[in-house]
């Protein structure tokens, strides 16, 4: 074909061919369901509307009863019934009778011929008069008498009958006594017209045929096509006694009549039982396969269209790659796919090269301050995503590994399989493997310690490596620290065979002695600076017996002394402030008390206790006043249309977010809907209680124009200000009083 010039297009319409081979099977599937899944209920719907012939038909033959009844209690048949021989009969009684009962036969279609016969007098009288039977009989049988004497005895021997089948007519025939003892009574006969039932029979369902069978099961009346020809097919048992039946491609649906001797019986096709079915199924199928053509020309115009960047795509590859046209283009694409994950590849061990010497530059302290830092990630496209930074450190014991450069070559992709949980940075430095991670604020240091036994477990010989941890930090420059600190702890270590070692200041201390520090004293003052007290108390106790105690000169030990005092009283002066139940006097006094530079380590320790103590409950005292702060803000201000949320915040020297939050918890609503709402309730106040007009209203409560005003209030009272009624200002009233 014209249009399929490459190898991807060929694949694309064996495709598409698959596709539409497969969505018309799901139809045909679909549609075979629908079939059998239907089949029942349109045979009972069927069934329902042979129920109305059949009811139709009954209902006739229940009136031809009611006739009979009538006849019966007719004051004339009455009088009739009594007489004992012609001479008494009056004919004009007789008349009005035959009069009577030719008017029944006109109302009821049904009725082909009814007559009374009187026997004690031989007598009939019927819808064509009054005569005696002979001559009844000779006016209905074309003027002759062949026949009845049969017909005058069968009238003789007539018993209590009812609906009964003679000579292919059906009749109903019932005696008329005038009394219960009466030895000679008349006797009623009504038959049936054949005709007007088989009329009825035929507005049955289109294209079935409909059927009447007497009790022996033959056939009295029918109507439909090819009728005789395949109620002579049907076999006996065909005409079961189930209310449905099949037999080969026909349905018999069979009723009974409550005369107890008809059987209605209805016989459809499948075919035309489920024609409405087969319809929709064609239906379908002709929608199918338009949509299906449709769908086949627009999308071989949408793939040549947006085909065409694709072959450009492809012409350029081949022609770059000198390959011809018999190349396959799949082949061509997956081996620029492989080239592009390459190149991917590449990417990655590019970026883990830079990561590794922005570490490296960050331990040789060529950037310190958070600024240089920071402008130093931006320029490689680096970014941490967490506040808390942590070192481990892993040193292998043997010297000859540590010379090497591809000492760590191995273990970093596996740190990398194992530690998903926690994102984190590698440079090899000095002959060690560093690792940076960046934590969440949640992260302990509990959790450092569990990650770096996760890190020596996977290590290859792990017994031979020296696996050190650092402190946790929230500083970029604090990355150094933590470093120096792994330093420290695996230098302490670095006789033993391998294991993992977590930093902690005291031990170093009794390590190193007079000569060594890990700036005890600027983390204790970060502690302060920062109002961790917390942190300040894990440090004091090192900070005396290493920063202070060991220095051999005494003045500079005193000056030490004095500048960790002086951050005590700074920091007990500002808590002071924020809550004042903290003695202040009472902290300075004791550390001047204090002789000997035990007793001062305890005293800062138990005021340190006491900071962290009273500065916890001013937190928490503050938080808990926000809401209450900001609610009387909203009571005092809420004319001011500036006042909301950043407003209120601003003031009270919060974050925006905070205040939202603790305001919500607090009274269940935002900020910004308290104040509508207090705008509102005001403003329901002033309609009700002054003349001003609603521009003037919209001012007096904060709103800078009378078009929000009527917004909101709308939206809290339901109504306009203007439509503001009395019965509405009356209850306005109500609630402001409460």
């Given at each position: 074909?014209?249009?399929?010039?490459?190898?991807?297009?060929?694949?694309?319409?064996?495709?598409?061919?698959?596709?539409?081979?497969?969505?018309?099977?799901?139809?045909?599937?679909?549609?075979?369901?629908?079939?059998?899944?239907?089949?029942?209920?349109?045979?009972?719907?069927?069934?329902?509307?042979?129920?109305?012939?059949?009811?139709?038909?009954?209902?006739?033959?229940?009136?031809?009863?009611?006739?009979?009844?009538?006849?019966?209690?007719?004051?004339?048949?009455?009088?009739?019934?009594?007489?004992?021989?012609?001479?008494?009969?009056?004919?004009?009684?007789?008349?009005?009778?035959?009069?009577?009962?030719?008017?029944?036969?006109?109302?009821?279609?049904?009725?082909?011929?009814?007559?009374?016969?009187?026997?004690?007098?031989?007598?009939?009288?019927?819808?064509?008069?009054?005569?005696?039977?002979?001559?009844?009989?000779?006016?209905?049988?074309?003027?002759?008498?062949?026949?009845?004497?049969?017909?005058?005895?069968?009238?003789?021997?007539?018993?209590?009958?009812?609906?009964?089948?003679?000579?292919?007519?059906?009749?109903?025939?019932?005696?008329?006594?005038?009394?219960?003892?009466?030895?000679?009574?008349?006797?009623?006969?009504?038959?049936?017209?054949?005709?007007?039932?088989?009329?009825?029979?035929?507005?049955?369902?289109?294209?079935?045929?409909?059927?009447?069978?007497?009790?022996?099961?033959?056939?009295?009346?029918?109507?439909?096509?090819?009728?005789?020809?395949?109620?002579?097919?049907?076999?006996?048992?065909?005409?079961?006694?189930?209310?449905?039946?099949?037999?080969?491609?026909?349905?018999?649906?069979?009723?009974?009549?409550?005369?107890?001797?008809?059987?209605?019986?209805?016989?459809?096709?499948?075919?035309?039982?489920?024609a409405a079915v087969y319809q929709i199924r064609n239906i379908a199928y002709v929608f199918l396969t338009i949509c299906l053509v449709i769908g086949v020309f627009l999308s071989i115009f949408v793939s040549l269209r947006n085909n065409r960047p694709m072959q450009s795509l492809i012409a350029k590859i081949k022609k770059g790659n000198e390959s011809n046209d018999s190349v396959d283009e799949y082949q061509l694409l997956n081996k620029m796919l492989n080239r592009s994950d390459q190149s991917e590849l590449l990417l990655e061990k590019q970026h883990l090269h830079i990561e590794s010497l922005f570490l490296s530059n960050l331990l040789s302290a060529e950037q310190s301050s958070s600024q240089s830092i920071f402008a130093e990630m931006q320029r490689l496209d680096l970014e941490f995503a967490y506040p808390q930074f942590a070192i481990i450190l892993l040193r292998h014991t043997n010297m000859n590994l540590r010379s090497k450069s591809d000492a760590f070559a191995d273990i970093v992709p596996s740190i990398h399989t194992a530690i998903t949980e926690f994102s984190f940075i590698s440079a090899e430095y000095l002959g060690d493997l560093v690792l940076l991670f960046n934590l969440d604020n949640k992260v302990i240091d509990k959790q450092i310690e569990q990650i770096a036994l996760e890190i020596a477990r996977i290590l290859p010989e792990h017994s031979n490596y020296i696996t050190a941890v650092g402190g946790l930090y929230e500083t970029l420059p604090d990355i150094i620290k933590s470093y120096q600190q792994a330093l420290k702890v695996a230098e302490l270590n670095s006789n033993t065979e391998g294991g993992v070692f977590i930093y902690d200041a005291l031990a170093l201390k009794n390590v190193y002695g007079e000569t060594f520090s890990t700036n005890l004293m600027s983390e204790f003052s970060s502690a302060m600076d920062g109002q961790h007290y917390s942190t300040a108390q894990k440090v004091v106790t090192a900070l005396f017996n290493q920063y202070i105690v060991q220095d051999a000169n005494a003045y500079i030990s005193r000056c030490k002394k004095y500048a960790v005092v002086n951050k005590v009283i700074e920091n007990v002066k500002i808590v002071s402030k924020q809550n004042k139940t903290l003695p202040c006097e009472d902290c300075i006094t004791a550390l001047s008390q204090a002789k000997t530079l035990m007793e001062l380590r305890d005293t800062v320790y138990d005021i340190l206790s006491l900071l962290n103590e009273k500065y916890e409950k001013s937190s928490a005292h503050q938080t808990a006043n926000v809401a209450a702060r900001a609610m009387k803000k909203i009571n005092s201000d809420y004319t001011n249309p500036m006042i909301g949320l950043y407003s209120i915040s601003e003031q009270l020297g919060i974050s925006n977010s905070y205040l939202s939050t603790i305001f919500k918890e607090t009274y269940g609503q935002g900020v910004a809907q308290c104040i509508n709402e207090l705008r509102v309730t005001k403003a329901k106040e002033l309609l009700t209680t002054t003349d001003l007009s609603v521009k003037e209203v919209a001012v007096r409560v904060g709103f800078t124009s009378d078009i929000s005003f009527i917004r909101v209030f709308k939206q809290y009272a339901s109504v306009t200000p203007g439509k503001f009624t009395e019965k509405d200002a009356f209850t306005a009233l109500q609630d402001i009083h409460k």
């Open positions: 074909m014209w249009f399929l010039k490459s190898k991807v297009q060929k694949v694309w319409l064996r495709s598409l061919l698959i596709l539409i081979g497969i969505l018309m099977l799901a139809v045909t599937a679909f549609a075979a369901w629908m079939i059998y899944a239907f089949t029942d209920e349109i045979t009972d719907l069927h069934y329902n509307l042979t129920t109305v012939m059949q009811r139709s038909i009954d209902m006739r033959l229940n009136e031809i009863e009611s006739i009979s009844s009538q006849v019966e209690l007719s004051a004339v048949n009455r009088s009739l019934s009594k007489l004992k021989s012609t001479y008494e009969l009056s004919e004009t009684s007789a008349f009005h009778l035959a009069n009577q009962i030719h008017n029944y036969k006109l109302a009821n279609s049904f009725i082909k011929s009814i007559y009374v016969y009187y026997p004690a007098i031989d007598y009939v009288v019927g819808n064509l008069g009054s005569f005696p039977a002979k001559s009844y009989f000779l006016l209905g049988n074309n003027l002759s008498y062949d026949g009845c004497e049969k017909w005058l005895s069968s009238l003789a021997s007539c018993s209590e009958k009812g609906f009964y089948f003679e000579n292919n007519s059906f009749k109903y025939t019932k005696q008329l006594p005038y009394n219960d003892f009466a030895e000679s009574t008349a006797i009623i006969t009504i038959e049936l017209d054949k005709l007007e039932i088989e009329r009825i029979l035929c507005g049955g369902s289109k294209g079935a045929i409909a059927c009447i069978l007497s009790n022996d099961n033959n056939v009295y009346a029918m109507a439909g096509d090819d009728a005789n020809s395949v109620l002579s097919k049907l076999p006996s048992e065909a005409y079961a006694d189930q209310n449905i039946s099949k037999w080969k491609n026909y349905f018999i649906l069979r009723q009974s009549s409550y005369t107890g001797i008809l059987q209605y019986i209805t016989i459809v096709t499948r075919t035309q039982l489920l």
